[in-house]
């Protein structure tokens, strides 16, 4: 067993038995004791911006691409979902929503509701305990269940829990693209990043994927962890993004989202942050930029950018 796996092996099996108040401390203060660390490396790579050579641009001349997604934790997320679609049809965005199947009810009506008005629903995972990855009989026995999941709600997207990933076993999940991995994050348990802003195809035997990294920092670590008050951090990585053509890939989670600014809780950080970031996006940059859903980016990709004989894992 590699360090970073034992290390979460040991993390998951004391995280019942330390309150949750202290898990955040101790985070917090990892988190700045390790940030002048890499202050080169995070929030922006430099070389995660280079260009993959066979890419032209993105769709109708737009200068960047605009991808949302919310991976929804709990029950408290689950019903703050209707609210943050609202407010990003607000702004006229669209966005995807990760479920995760056998940790609390996710409502037919609420997952008909969100692809009825053109966002996307995608699966989060099985359970979220944390041991999806930690050993390949693990991950086979679960991918069988995952795998019903993408049929019976017609899906076909995934994003693993925690950003735990493993490139070649998503292979065994019956999906188009997915969410799991980040250009730079050296605060997530699994740091490997992939060091682009950019998909990219994951081959295997004839099949494959489409991998979307995330490349805007998740809201947990510099709203929750580090808490700051202000979005420069998000501002100072898209405004890089934009520069080089990239990807804006964006995980917010509505359980960590407080609509009342009156009532915000330990793990919360107010929702008008998150509409800043909104509008500051249409603000400025204004008709340059291509708002899709994971789907639609991942299709673009799979047969306008990297054209060839694909298979996807279905």
Not at 13 to 42: A, E, V
Not at 190 to 210: C, H, L, M, R
């Amino acid at each position: 067993m590699d360090k970073s796996k034992l290390i979460n092996t040991i993390f998951y099996g004391l995280k019942p038995l330390i309150p949750r108040s202290l898990q955040l401390l101790l985070r917090r203060k990892l988190i700045l004791y390790k940030l002048p660390k890499y202050r080169d490396s995070w929030p922006i790579l430099e070389k995660a911006g280079e260009k993959p050579p066979y890419f032209r641009g993105w769709p109708e001349g737009k200068k960047f691409a605009v991808v949302l997604t919310h991976d929804v934790e709990l029950q408290k997320g689950h019903d703050r979902c209707k609210s943050l679609m609202a407010l990003e049809q607000k702004h006229g965005f669209v966005s995807s929503f990760n479920f995760v199947p056998e940790r609390y009810q996710v409502s037919p009506v609420l997952r008909s509701n969100l692809e009825a008005n053109g966002f996307e629903v995608g699966v989060h995972g099985l359970n979220h305990d944390g041991k999806l990855f930690q050993s390949r009989k693990i991950f086979v026995e679960r991918a069988k269940k995952i795998n019903e999941y993408i049929r019976d709600w017609k899906v076909v997207g995934f994003r693993a829990p925690a950003m735990h990933h493993n490139l070649d076993w998503i292979h065994d999940l019956h999906i188009e693209y997915d969410l799991s991995t980040f250009d730079t994050d050296p605060f997530e348990p699994q740091s490997d990043g992939v060091e682009t802003i950019f998909p990219f195809w994951v081959a295997k035997n004839g099949k494959g994927y489409v991998e979307l990294p995330y490349t805007v920092s998740q809201d947990f670590t510099p709203y929750v962890l580090m808490r700051e008050r202000t979005i420069d951090i998000w501002k100072k990585k898209v405004d890089w993004i934009v520069a080089k053509g990239g990807m804006v890939l964006v995980n917010v989670h509505p359980d960590y989202l407080a609509f009342d600014r009156d009532k915000v809780g330990m793990e919360e950080f107010p929702v008008n942050m998150y509409e800043e970031l909104l509008m500051y996006i249409n603000k400025q940059y204004s008709d340059q930029f291509w708002n899709a859903i994971p789907r639609d980016v991942a299709g673009f990709w799979r047969d306008e950018v990297e054209p060839g004989d694909k298979n996807i894992n279905n």
